[in-house]
């Protein structure tokens, strides 16, 4: 299982960087996060000795059970799903980068957590950019709130956008919904402070990644691909 993960992740990491390329940067500029909430701890450890030391799990108890059972002081945890305040305790001290936040109470939640930890949480603001209206994630006046609330939230750090791109589109629209993420963390860039700094663009999975990466992605989260052929069905 392993070598056939290693292989999976070098191909992965040849297309993102040839992508990169395209794009004008290089290879260290993008953050491949491998999704593993398709696999138990044992493939999920596997995947990370095949050279992925991001991973991604969209269930916040999936991943302290993933947390406590895999003990690699260098693996970094993103939580890529929805998160429930009353989750926020437990996720935050284990979680390197919580991508989907969603709401201002979460926000408050998040730097609560923060408080007690003597540390800021860093965080993306998820944005809704697919026009699915049962999708998660701030709509744009929304997210211009969130950045203005957030700005009084010293214990956490909001690093940058999260988005998905609606499901079965063709590459045009697809493009289109990732550059629109792009232009939104363009456009409130500027307004910075000392605990907001958008420089991430999470975006991107096993089927637009690409596309992603040459519209912006700095961070992927790309799942299936890599357990192709390791995955049951
Ligand atoms: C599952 C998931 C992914 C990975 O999807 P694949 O198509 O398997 O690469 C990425 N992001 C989120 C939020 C997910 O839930």
């Known amino acids: ?62 991943l302290w059970d993933k947390a406590d059972a895999i003990g690699q002081p260098d693996l970094k945890w993103h939580l890529i799903g929805h998160l429930q305040r009353n989750k926020v305790a437990r996720t935050a001290p284990i979680t390197s980068l919580i991508h989907s936040v969603d709401s201002n109470r979460l926000l408050n939640s998040i730097n609560s957590v923060g408080v007690d930890l003597g540390r800021p949480i860093h965080v993306l603001l998820e944005a809704k950019i697919s026009g699915d209206e ?9 997210l211009a709130d969130a950045l203005e609330y957030a700005t009084s939230l ?12 609606g499901l079965g589109l063709e590459e045009s629209e697809t493009r289109q919904q990732f550059a629109h993420l792009r232009e939104l963390k ?25 596309w992603a990466i040459e519209e ?12 192709e052929g390791v995955l049951s069905n």
Do not use: W
């Open 186 to 210: 363009e456009k409130y860039a500027s307004q910075s402070s000392a605990n907001i700094e958008l420089k991430e663009l999470s975006m991107g999975m096993s089927n637009d990644f690409e």
């Open 1 to 62: 299982m392993i070598e056939k993960l290693r292989s999976n992740v070098g191909l992965v990491r040849e297309r993102i960087a040839a992508s990169a390329k395209r794009s004008g940067r290089s290879a260290d500029d993008v953050t491949l996060v491998a999704v593993t909430k398709y696999v138990d701890s044992v493939v999920t450890e596997a995947l990370f000795q095949a050279g992925c030391e991001d991973l991604g799990e969209n269930r916040p108890q999936v």
């Open 216 to 227: 912006g992605a700095t961070i992927v989260r790309v799942g299936s691909l890599l357990l």
């Open 154 to 165: 010293k214990n956490v750090h909001v690093s940058g956008l999260m988005g998905m791109a």
């Open 134 to 142: 049962a999708k998660h994630g701030y709509d744009e006046p929304g």
